[in-house]
């Protein structure tokens, strides 16, 4: 059974940084696109930034390309999301899921197969 596991949000001021961590279990990721997406109250779940797993190469949203970050552990099956420079409008409930198949519509919640419980980062001004 895949398993998502999200950590390492919690309480920031603006202008800090946090890590989240995305630990997966269950199968062999290697074929996957793993993304980060987040969501604020009232507002749709939207692409923050995706990972190839084999290969490595990385696709980010507009909103954060420069301060973010995605990487990933092979050894530790384990996906990253380093975000710098955090501002209030990164407030957010964050996931992360895992999408098999092509990299093609990575910033497409709907096409993603699995889903963490999310972790929430919250951004003071």
């Known amino acids: 059974q895949v398993q998502l596991v999200e950590s390492g949000g919690g309480l920031v001021q603006a202008g800090g940084s946090l890590r989240l961590s995305c630990a997966a279990s269950?199968?062999?990721?290697?074929?996957?696109?793993m993304g980060w997406f987040r969501q604020a109250p009232g507002k749709e779940r939207e692409f923050v930034a995706a990972?190839?797993?084999?290969?490595?190469?990385?696709y980010y949203a507009d909103s954060v390309k420069g301060r973010f970050t995605i990487s990933r552990n092979n050894t530790e099956n384990t996906v990253y999301l380093q975000m710098n420079i955090l501002k209030p409008e990164d407030t957010a409930n964050y996931y992360c899921?895992?999408?098999?198949?092509?990299?093609?519509?990575?910033?497409?919640?709907?096409?993603?197969?699995?889903w963490g419980q999310g972790t929430q980062v919250t951004v003071s001004s």
């Open positions: 899921a895992a999408k098999s198949g092509s990299y093609i519509y990575f910033n497409n919640p709907r096409r993603y197969d699995y």
């Open positions: 269950g199968r062999t990721f290697s074929s996957y696109v």
């Open positions: 990972i190839r797993w084999s290969g490595g190469t990385t």
